[in-house]
């Protein structure tokens, strides 16, 4: 099974700050990568496939990067409602696991 | 509006079994893949498994805790997903939420990710 390791597991930060997450897989996964974002009490919103690809109706502050076995999610200028924690997940083969998350606060 | 809605969740104890059901509208089901997916309280999100639309195989794949365990089936009939678990144990306590497994082409390769979800039922199991 492919295991997924997301660093930072917290992170605080302010409005307006720049933030990068990152996510590594144990075995290469091609670009087959989704971020997800959830927040207390809902269920998760996706945000990123295909490690790059915006979903359709997410802001443009949010970006991916990354290929093989590295990957990155960047937040350009923090907003108030994007606190809430970010799951990275491998497409390539099942099991899809997910990292353990990562949980964005406010300084 | 594409919506799924799942219900069936409940207080069991350690052995019993319990089926979850996930209705879907809005959106043609029978061409869907469908995935569950859990989250036990505090913690991070577990995928449980998937199944692919009955045009593409209708196989089924799962995680290692729930292999055995647990059964995704569909009925394309009344657009629902269900989720039957046998031989529950504690660690099995979560909110279980379906989604969309949903395939895009670019570039000539298909990538699969969950983009609609469900609000997600709680499970608890407990003596």
């Known amino acids: 099974d492919i295991q997924m390791t997301q660093s930072p597991s917290s992170l605080s930060a302010s409005v307006g700050d720049r933030v990068t997450i990152t996510c590594r897989a144990s075995?290469?996964?091609?670009?087959?990568l989704n971020w997800y974002q959830q927040k207390p009490g809902k269920a998760p919103k996706l945000l990123i496939y295909?490690?790059?690809s915006l979903q359709s109706g997410v802001p443009s502050r949010f970006s991916g990067s990354g290929s093989g076995t590295d990957f990155t999610l960047t937040v350009s200028s923090l907003q108030p409602e994007d606190f809430a924690t970010y799951y990275c997940?491998?497409?390539?083969?099942?099991?899809?696991?997910f990292g353990q998350g990562t949980k964005l606060e406010i300084k | 509006e594409v919506q799924l809605v799942e219900s069936g969740g409940g207080l069991v104890k350690p052995g019993d079994s319990l089926t979850l059901s996930c209705a879907a509208s809005?959106?043609?089901?029978?061409?869907?893949?469908m995935s569950w997916v859990r989250q036990a309280p505090g913690k991070g999100l577990e995928w449980v498994g998937r199944?692919?639309?009955?045009?593409?195989?209708?196989?089924?794949d799962y995680a290692a805790p729930v292999k055995d365990r647990f059964t995704i089936s569909r009925d394309d009939s009344k657009d629902t997903l269900y989720l039957q678990m046998n031989s529950l144990k504690t660690e099995d306590t979560a909110v279980y939420y379906c989604?969309?497994?949903?395939?895009?082409?670019?570039?000539?390769?298909?990538?699969?990710?969950?983009?609609?979800w469900g609000k997600g039922t709680t499970v608890t199991v407990s003596s």
């Open positions: 989604s969309r497994w949903f395939g895009e082409l670019l570039s000539g390769y298909k990538y699969y990710y969950m983009d609609v």
């Open positions: 809005g959106f043609t089901f029978s061409n869907a893949w």
């Open positions: 199944i692919k639309s009955k045009t593409d195989g209708g196989t089924t």
């Open positions: 075995q290469s996964i091609k670009n087959y």
């Open positions: 295909a490690a790059s």
């Open positions: 997940q491998q497409s390539y083969n099942p099991p899809h696991n």
